[in-house]
């Protein structure tokens, strides 16, 4: 068998005994930059297992998820005692499983609804539907919880994906990974016939006695294929995120694809092209072909913009186009990083290919995470405890 180098089980969360210990941190373990780059890391708390930042329309807080099944949420810059939800007998937790991000639609301000994704007790995806309590905008009610869809992921703990996000049309988008183990041997990224290896797009709202409905405009429908499938061939899709900077008026999607033996890569497109497109899983690991692919290999695929070996890193965590004006050596570059070594770097999205890939001398160690706040302000989390905001540093 191949060597089962599941390069985001170094995801696996790998520090995750530790993390529950909840032990003492040292910043200058967990994170370092000297602002070469005009901008440094600003500790905002330290939470239990961070894996997500997210903020909500009509809220002035920031929303940390807790890899084991909390969400806690910071307001006027103190974490709040209780959490803001919690779940954590619904998750299995654990490696690279728990709860891995929720999404909040443009309505969540009057309609008090966003959604979780996590890897249920019995080891599938799960993406559930929760309210804000009426009299506490500080809670979310777990007693509203509603089970929109669920994707089964059997055999393997591992390539659970995990991004959710509202996109163009108030639809909300998921990354589920490829089911995990070695190779895709199943060859589920590039079959139609399972929600596995694809980026998702539905409309998450109960209509009609249907938990879920899915846009007429995706792929599939009307052909062979699960209706809910954007794009296929995708391997863990951990983290992904939509670019409604760099032209306005035709959003773009970039995706950061954790890779198998030797690549890491970052796809960048249209959310237009990306409607039908195919990332290359399991016959093409980054430019490369994949030794263990199943053929026959597509026609065509959609290559990424950057790919970057082993020895540069391990896994890819993909992160934002910077919208922050204060970052402004980094606003409109694409800003991401590795798992493995833990540095922060950035380019300059383009179609096709990514232009002047650089470091910005940050550093966040155990990185799992980007987030977006408020305004644009980008963040980082840390396995070990800590989150950090990006801010304007010395040059």
């Known amino acids: 068998m191949r060597r089962a180098r599941t390069t985001a089980a170094c995801l696996a969360f790998a520090g995750a005994v530790l993390l529950v210990a909840g032990g003492r941190w040292d910043p200058s373990a967990v994170a370092a930059g000297n602002g070469k780059g005009g901008a440094t890391l600003k500790s905002i708390g330290r939470f239990r297992s961070p894996v997500y930042v997210d903020s909500a329309p009509g809220s002035r807080g920031l929303f940390v998820v807790e890899q084991a099944g909390r969400v806690r949420l910071v307001l006027r810059g103190r974490r709040l005692g209780r959490p803001f939800l919690d779940i954590r007998r619904l998750v299995r937790f654990g490696g690279e499983q728990g709860l891995l991000s929720i999404a909040f639609p443009p309505d969540y301000g009057s309609s008090g609804r966003f959604y979780a994704y996590f890897v249920n007790n019995e080891g599938s995806i799960e993406i559930d539907e929760f309210r804000r309590s009426a009299g506490n905008p500080n809670r979310a009610k777990r007693k509203t919880r509603r089970v929109v869809i669920t994707i089964p992921h059997p055999d393997e703990s591992n390539h659970n994906g ?103 890569e970052v796809d960048y497109e249209t959310v237009a092209a990306a409607r039908g497109a195919n990332f290359g899983w399991n016959d093409f690991e980054g430019f490369s072909h994949y030794d263990g692919a199943i053929p026959p290999a597509p026609s065509r695929h959609d290559q990424p913009v950057l790919a970057y070996p082993h ?68 963040y980082a989390t840390s396995l070990s405890g800590p989150v950090f905001r990006v801010v304007p540093g010395k040059r």
């Open 311 to 378: 020895s540069r890193g391990c896994t890819v965590i993909g992160g934002y186009v910077v919208a922050d004006r204060s970052l402004k050596s980094l606003r409109g570059r694409y800003l991401y990083g590795d798992y493995c070594t833990g540095k922060l770097r950035s380019f300059v999205p383009a179609l096709g290919r990514a232009k002047h890939d650089r470091g910005t001398g940050l550093r966040v160690g155990s990185l799992s995470s980007f987030g977006e706040g408020r305004g644009g302000a980008l």
């Open 162 to 264: 995990g991004q959710l996000q509202f996109g163009p049309g108030g639809y909300l988008f998921a990354g589920a990974g490829d089911g995990g183990g070695a190779g895709d041997a199943d060859n589920s990224a590039q079959r139609t016939d399972n929600l596995l290896g694809k980026l998702i797009r539905i409309d998450p709202r109960e209509s009609g006695g249907r938990p879920y409905t899915v846009p007429a405009s995706n792929p599939f429908v009307g052909d062979p294929g699960r209706d809910e499938i954007y794009s296929i061939g995708l391997r863990n899709p951990f983290r992904f995120s939509f670019d409604l900077t760099t032209k306005p008026s035709r959003p773009r999607i970039a995706i950061g694809d954790v890779g198998q033996d030797a690549f890491e």
